[in-house]
């Protein structure tokens, strides 16, 4: 079987330009009303045959990567136990080979044309460590690779720091093209994600989105990612990309899989937002309207909830910034919505400040149902929050752990 991995600068080059240089579009529709179609939230035994296929073997040279280790299926390197897809490798003598491991498919079983792809992962890291959560496109036996299309929903190699999104396909030749991630803490679980339309890949690690791509019309032969995918998980050891284990190297490497979900737009109920329009944004617990304390145009001045009085300092100019963000500027001062310091602690109010263009100032804002959405702070993460769910007049808007609430639902009123 073969497999990807090189990124050769040139085509990287050119595809990054292709990328940062498409038009934002004047109206844009919010997040997609995702409905989950399909998930294996690995709370069995036994892996579900019904779904996955583990490879077995050292396939077409290591994967096409000149990886080191023997796939297998035995529970000693693929369980399912403890509410966990657990995938482990494994330093031992087996079919010739120095290391076992495991990969997973769902090909010919479950496959997918577009929609927000997830998985909770906890990854192992150190030197010759590679585990990957990822797609390849349905053709892959008829056509085979790079024509059937390539999507990394989440790569890591050795220490890094980062994970990696990329595709690759074929555009008269192979290319690429890929981003990483901002610095994330490997002992914790992480949500990866893509959110895949007939226009853009995107990626995303805990609802933070890191990189996208424009591949509507086919744009940069981008054809093949209008097909149906399906979904691969798999630890690799060693490979042209992160190199050979050392004597430093743990082993033995766990994988760790919570779930892996797949939503798809239902549409119809999504709400569209206006580039460049004014909004009152209102909270659902409260129906009060993000304010602006006191009229202020002050750097700093806080951002409260208040009773709709029609005033400057309760509207919002939407703005996009080109990357699937939102800036908020504030009628009544030209300030945005910001946080403060860029903080990433839950219960910072939010406030009013220059535009300076960073990422405390840009939001994302996602269809929440209802005609309500919710907005997530670059910077952090975190939500849109009235603190305490209150209800009073005055009280703080914050940003906090998403958590479903009334408190962090708000509805985008046009007013001119």
């Known amino acids: 079987m073969m497999l990807k991995r090189g990124k050769p600068i040139l085509l990287f080059l050119v595809f990054t330009l292709l990328v940062v240089f498409i038009?934002?579009?004047?109206?844009?529709?919010?997040?997609?009303?995702?409905q989950l179609v399909w998930s294996d939230?690995?709370?069995?035994?036994?892996?579900?045959?019904?779904?996955?296929?583990?490879?077995?073997?050292?396939?077409?040279?290591?994967?096409?990567?000149?990886?080191?280790?023997?796939?297998?299926?035995?529970?000693?390197?693929?369980?399912?136990?403890?509410?966990?897809?657990?995938?482990?490798?494994?330093?031992?003598?087996?079919?010739?080979?120095?290391?076992?491991?495991?990969?997973?498919?769902?090909?010919?079983?479950?496959?997918f044309k577009y929609g927000k792809i997830e998985a909770r992962i906890k990854i192992p890291?150190?030197?010759?460590?590679?585990?990957?959560?990822?797609?390849?496109?349905?053709?892959?036996?008829?056509?085979?690779?790079?024509?059937?299309?390539?999507?990394?929903?989440?790569?890591?190699?050795?220490?890094?720091?980062?994970?990696?999104?990329?595709?690759?396909?074929?555009?008269n030749g192979y290319a690429s093209y890929g981003r990483a991630s901002g610095n994330l803490d490997f002992s914790q679980f992480h949500t990866y994600s893509i959110e895949w339309d007939p226009s853009y890949i995107r990626w995303f690690v805990d609802g933070v989105q890191y990189n996208e791509i424009y591949i509507a019309n086919g744009t940069g032969n981008t054809e093949e990612f209008q097909k149906p995918f399906f979904i691969l998980l798999n630890l690799a050891v060693g490979g042209n990309w992160p190199g050979s284990p050392n004597g430093s190297t743990p082993f033995p490497a766990q994988m760790l899989v919570d779930y892996v979900r797949v939503y798809q737009d239902q549409g119809g109920s999504s709400p569209v937002l206006e580039n460049g329009a004014v909004y009152t944004i209102a909270s659902k617990?409260?129906?009060?309207?993000?304010?602006?304390?006191?009229?202020?145009?002050?750097?700093?001045?806080?951002?409260?909830?208040?009773?709709?009085?029609?005033?400057s300092n309760q509207r919002f100019r939407l703005e996009s910034t080109g990357d699937g963000y939102y800036k908020l500027t504030a009628i009544h001062s030209g300030k945005v919505l910001d946080v403060p310091s860029a903080s990433t602690a839950a219960g910072v109010q939010l406030q009013q400040w220059t535009d300076n263009g960073t990422d405390a100032q840009r939001w994302r804002i996602v269809d929440a149902g209802g005609g309500y959405f919710k907005l997530i702070s670059k910077a952090s993460g975190l939500v849109m929050d009235v603190s305490g769910a209150s209800t009073a007049d005055g009280a703080a808007v914050q940003q906090w752990t998403d958590n479903g609430t009334d408190a962090q639902k708000w509805m985008f009123t046009k007013v001119n």
């Open 125 to 171: 890291t150190g030197q010759g460590i590679w585990p990957a959560f990822w797609m390849l496109g349905e053709s892959f036996r008829d056509v085979g690779w790079p024509y059937c299309g390539e999507i990394d929903i989440m790569e890591h190699v050795n220490n890094e720091s980062v994970v990696h999104g990329t595709v690759h396909w074929d555009a």
């Open 285 to 311: 617990v409260s129906g009060k309207v993000l304010d602006v304390t006191d009229v202020s145009t002050a750097d700093g001045a806080k951002i409260q909830q208040w009773t709709n009085y029609s005033a």
């Open 41 to 111: 939230e690995f709370n069995g035994s036994s892996l579900n045959r019904g779904v996955w296929t583990p490879e077995i073997g050292t396939g077409y040279n290591g994967w096409g990567n000149n990886e080191l280790q023997y796939y297998t299926d035995r529970p000693q390197n693929v369980q399912v136990t403890g509410g966990n897809l657990v995938i482990t490798a494994q330093r031992e003598n087996y079919e010739g080979r120095n290391y076992t491991s495991a990969r997973i498919k769902t090909q010919g079983l479950k496959s």
């Open 23 to 34: 038009p934002v579009p004047n109206t844009t529709s919010a997040a997609p009303n995702w």
